[in-house]
């Protein structure tokens, strides 16, 4: 008999931390089923452009990083440091005839 009474509750009938933790359980499983999809579905992009994206950007991606190198290679050969060229000026300032200004 109390089987039935259990069974025909309603909302009415059951206390507040009753439907707290029914409607809590819930939105927990909704939650964790939400992060399981999102889950799923970056894996499957991941897969995605890994095996078809990623051949095709490689010899780009390469190309880029030699080009990256012989620029700083360049740069590092080719400019002095601010302390050299500040003195490279004074020497050609020092080496100027002074002629007298009428």
Do not use: C, H
């Amino acid at each position: 008999m109390e089987d039935q009474i259990d069974k025909n509750r309603s909302i009415y009938d059951v206390s507040a931390g009753e439907v707290f933790w029914k409607n809590f359980l819930a939105g927990l499983g909704r939650a964790l089923g939400g992060i399981m999809l999102y889950i799923v579905f970056i894996g499957l992009v991941t897969y995605m452009f890994v095996t078809k994206a990623l051949p095709y950007i490689t010899p780009f991606i390469n190309e880029y990083q030699q080009a990256i190198k012989s620029v700083s290679q360049l740069n590092k050969t080719t400019t002095p440091s601010t302390g050299s060229v500040l003195q490279q000026q004074q020497q050609l300032l020092k080496d100027l005839p002074v002629t007298p200004s009428k």
